[in-house]
T-cell receptor, first 116, second 111 residues
Framework: GAVVSQHPSWVICKSGTSVKIECRSL??????MFWYRQFPKQSLMLMAT?????????EQGVEKDKFLINHASLTLSTLTVTSAHPEDSSFYIC????????????FGEGSWLTVV | DAKTTQPNSMESNEEEPVHLPCNHS???????IHWYRQLPSQGPEYVIH???SNVNNRMASLAIAEDRKSSTLILHRATLRDAAVYYC????????????FGKGTLLTVNP
């Protein structure tokens, strides 16, 4: 079946630096991908919608200048956490679908970010 | 966004069937019902989804009420590997694969 892959699986970065997380659809083209964040013992929170070839759409309360999203191709979206702080430490997950409403939506394995 | 209501937790014994309920009283006619499960430190795993008719696959069955205001995910024989948080989510036409997660049901499977 369709697979969505994220890289890296985990990353540690210093406070104030930026870190990039990739999300790839391995065997299908995804015009739209989604980025979620999940804190321990909480549910997934949608951060933004990544649109191929256009600007991302951010959910209320998510800083677009801090969480930069680029969807450069139909199989790749990237999330860059800029000027990371310890409170940005979280589990970041992407999802993608194809084929229209009612088709299966797939999630990546997730990426753990720890800011020290 | 359309909302779903699930019990916070459920418990089952290994090799017994499990029925996980979900209420979605505000569902519209074109909303699909999706079920995902998540193990700790992993992304959500697709389980099953449907619109009106009951659905079966190798992992589970989805029973959808006639009025579509509720559904039940059925695991026919629970195993220890089925212990996870199960999410029931509605996808709305025009939302373009956007899924909004609730708190889900934490399923514990006893050996």
């Amino acid at each position: 079946g369709a697979v969505v892959s994220q890289h890296p699986s985990w990353v540690i970065c210093k406070s104030g630096t930026s870190v990039k997380i990739e999300c790839r659809s391995l065997d299908f083209q995804a015009t739209t991908m989604f980025w979620y964040r999940q804190f321990p013992k909480q549910s997934l929170m949608l951060m933004a919608t990544s649109n191929e070839g256009s600007k991302a759409t951010y959910e209320q309360g998510v800083e677009k200048d801090k969480f930069l999203i680029n969807h450069a191709s139909l199989t790749l979206s990237t999330l860059t956490v800029t000027s990371a702080h310890p409170e940005d430490s979280s589990f970041y997950i992407c999802s993608a679908g194809s084929g229209g409403h009612g088709n299966t939506i797939y999630f990546g394995e997730g990426s753990w970010l720890t800011v020290v | 966004d359309a909302k779903t209501t699930q019990p916070n937790s459920m418990e089952s014994n290994e090799e017994e069937p499990v029925h996980l309920p979900c209420n979605h009283s505000t569902i519209s006619g074109t909303d699909y019902i999706h079920w995902y499960r998540q193990l700790p430190s992993q992304g959500p795993e697709y389980v099953i989804h449907g619109l009106t008719s009951n659905v079966n696959n190798r992992m589970a069955s989805l029973a959808i009420a006639e009025d579509r205001k509720s559904s039940t995910l059925i695991l026919h024989r629970a195993t220890l590997r089925d212990a996870a948080v199960y999410y029931c989510i509605l996808s709305e036409r025009g939302s373009n694969y956007k899924l909004t997660f609730g708190k889900g049901t934490l399923l514990t499977v006893n050996p």
